[in-house]
């Protein structure tokens, strides 16, 4: 599956901003999905994750009640909604794709990756 993220861009501390990421294929739906980010000179970490349906989902801590993870199968399509945005959540956003209909939080178990879409959040 190939993984294509958009919808980045600057925003101010407490604005919105939406990522969508499209996958090629038929089979999409036999894909759990989750975001990743990785700002300037750290290691990638977990955002959040969403099973085959959308029905579980999951996020990291530091996101959780400002971001929301949805997906539409007749769209191949992923999306993070991402709300009240601190200077803290810059960095470069890649979805990922797990082979499995599971949810997972771990980098290691994603095989398929997006290019990026870069997020800054000014202060």
């Known amino acids: 599956v190939q993984l294509q993220a958009s919808g980045g861009g600057l925003v101010q501390a407490g604005g919105s901003l939406r990522l969508s990421c499209a996958a090629s294929?038929?089979?999409?739906?036999?894909?759990?999905m989750g975001w990743f980010r990785q700002a300037l000179g750290k290691e990638r970490e977990f955002v959040s994750t969403?099973?085959?349906?959308?029905?579980?989902?999951d996020y990291a801590d530091s996101v959780k009640g400002r971001f929301t993870i949805s997906r539409d199968n007749a769209k191949n399509t992923v999306y993070l909604q991402m709300n009240s945005l601190k200077p803290e959540d810059t960095a470069v956003y890649y979805c990922?794709?797990?082979?499995?209909?599971?949810?997972?939080?771990?980098?290691?178990?994603?095989?398929?990756w997006g290019q990026g879409t870069q997020v800054t959040v000014s202060s």
């Open positions: 969403i099973n085959w349906s959308g029905d579980s989902t």
């Open positions: 294929g038929r089979t999409f739906s036999m894909y759990a």
């Open positions: 990922a794709a797990r082979s499995s209909r599971v949810r997972g939080g771990k980098f290691d178990e994603y095989a398929y």
